[in-house]
């Protein structure tokens, strides 16, 4: 039972470290130097990366997954139990 | 540092800064925002957000810089009352009601906000969606009685605005922690297929294709027509649909489409729309949970202000803007989410991955609510 365990720990991906985890790498990333062109003007690099996400749209709608395609049977199959009309579990009863 | 507050960087995330800053009352500062942009600073419906802040709260200090890249905010008293506020069309009313709807419970005095200004747009959350889902969430949270409502008056599409809601909320001392682990079955469908300054009958035709495609689910679908008229329409045409698939648990899942507004991008055919709606419905099925993807964040809040107890919420995936905001609150309250990922069973077919969140609730009172 412990190896099951132990597998099942490796195989799902660590989320809490995911969400609390990754801010710290992120603030590492920073401290990019702008380069200096004849000593006077500074190149204002197109933004980028951390900059982007930080100037981004804030906006809480969550845009659906395109790799997904609805047309498919098999797509509308994985669904299948979430409606009423689908199968019902040994315990409980309509 | 401690005195200073918390420092940001960049505009995104605006609200919700904001947002947890006036519950915590934590001095906040927002610096480089769209400082490197060739429009730098704030823009007109930021402007707008931290005015209507202003107005639902008690002396708030607020200091921007002459170019806007930089602001500091110090939340004041969470006031309430009537207040009327003029929404910027840049952003539709769900802009600001979304951050409305966090903060109303925790009062003074229960809100009753006339917002005025773009009721459905392309970005934000309709004020349809927030009325389908918000309001049966916040129910969930002991949040209820009389006083509860959205209501459209009148329907405004971008780029012109000029619709109204009205949304009145009662205030609560203590937050009931919850627990929803359960989503139920999908019992019936719901929608509102609605237009504006265009042909009446374009709703029924979006109501048609839309049904095609989720009658292979379920016989119990209606979707309302909502076509307003006169002063009622706004300002520009359009037309949209919002649909809501309701379970036996009370879980409200929800998609919404709108058309393009008047003269940007591509006429849509409102039967595509229609269609193309159905199958959002049917992803937001597939992520499941027993929160809806845009209320996923409040959900969280409510659950994090609540009682010193432990709330439980399944949620689908969290969308990128729920994971900067589980940061934020632990910024702000310190709190920190178990999460753990629940696989559903092989034989049964009830979509992807869900997420289990789990949290002792902050104790969060409201002090200033007046005992009667």
Redesign the interface.
């Known amino acids: 039972a412990a190896e099951v365990f132990l597998r099942q720990q490796r195989a ?2 660590n ?2 470290k ?3 985890g990754t ?1 710290v790498e992120e603030e590492e990333e920073e401290g990019e130097e702008d380069e200096e062109v004849g000593g006077l003007f500074r190149v ?1 690099r197109p ?1 980028k990366g951390k ?1 982007r ?10 845009e ?2 395109d790799s ?1 395609d ?1 047309e498919q049977e098999e ?15 040994g315990n409980t009863d309509a | 540092m401690a005195s200073q507050g918390l420092t940001y ?8 800064r904001l947002i947890l800053s006036t519950l915590s009352g934590k001095r906040v500062k927002i610096r ?3 400082s ?2 060739d429009n730098p600073g704030l823009r007109d419906f930021e402007a707008s957000f931290i005015r209507l802040l202003d107005k639902v709260t008690n002396g708030t200090r607020i200091e921007i810089n002459q170019t806007g890249t930089v602001l500091f905010y110090q939340p004041g008293l969470l006031f309430g009352g009537t207040i009327e506020h003029e929404c910027n069309v840049q952003r539709s009313v769900g ?1 600001y009601l ?1 951050a409305l709807i966090m903060l109303a419970p925790f009062m003074k005095n229960p809100l009753r906000a006339l917002l005025k200004g773009v009721t459905n747009d392309q ?3 309709s004020v349809d969606l927030l009325k389908a889902t918000a309001i049966p969430l916040m129910k969930k949270f002991g949040i209820d009685g009389d006083g509860l409502e959205i209501k459209i008056t009148k329907r405004g599409m971008a780029p012109g605005g000029g619709g109204e809601v009205l949304f009145t909320c009662p205030v609560r001392r203590t937050i009931r922690p919850v627990q929803m682990t359960e989503p139920g ?3 019936r469908i719901r929608g509102t297929a609605y237009s504006v300054r265009v042909s009446p009958q374009m709703a029924n035709r979006i109501v048609d294709s839309a049904r095609s ?1 989720l009658n ?4 119990d679908i209606y979707i309302y027509t909502d076509h307003m008229k006169g002063a009622n329409s706004g300002k520009s045409p359009g037309f949209g649909l919002t649909l809501i698939a309701e379970t ?1 648990n009370g879980t409200f899942l929800s998609a919404e489409m709108v058309s393009n507004p008047q003269g940007q991008g591509e006429t849509i055919l409102p039967e595509d729309l229609g269609r193309k709606c159905a ?2 419905l ?5 992520r ?1 949970g027993c929160v809806d ?2 209320n ?2 409040l959900a969280l809040l409510y659950m994090t202000l609540g009682q010193q107890d432990v709330s439980k919420t399944l949620l689908g995936p ?6 900067e905001f ?2 934020h609150i ?1 910024d702000f309250f310190q709190i ?6 629940k ?1 559903p069973n092989e034989e ?4 992807g991955n869900k ?1 289990l969140m789990t949290c002792v609730g902050a104790g969060y009172t409201n002090i200033s609510k007046t005992l009667k």
């Open positions: 799902a991906p989320l809490r995911l969400v609390y801010v204002s933004e900059r996400r930080a100037d981004g749209l804030d906006c809480s709608r969550f659906p997954d997904h609805w797509m509308l199959a994985s669904i299948r139990d979430c409606f009423v009309t689908g199968k019902w579990e | 960087d960049g505009c995104n995330f605006f609200r919700q480089h925002v769209r490197k942009d802009y979304e970005k934000d959350p079955k999908i019992k495609i292979q689910f379920i016989p036996l199958k959002i049917l992803e937001e099925v597939y499941g993807s845009a996923q964040s969290l969308s990128p803007y729920t994971i589980l940061r632990r920190m989410f178990k999460i753990e990922v696989k049964e077919m009830k979509g997420v």
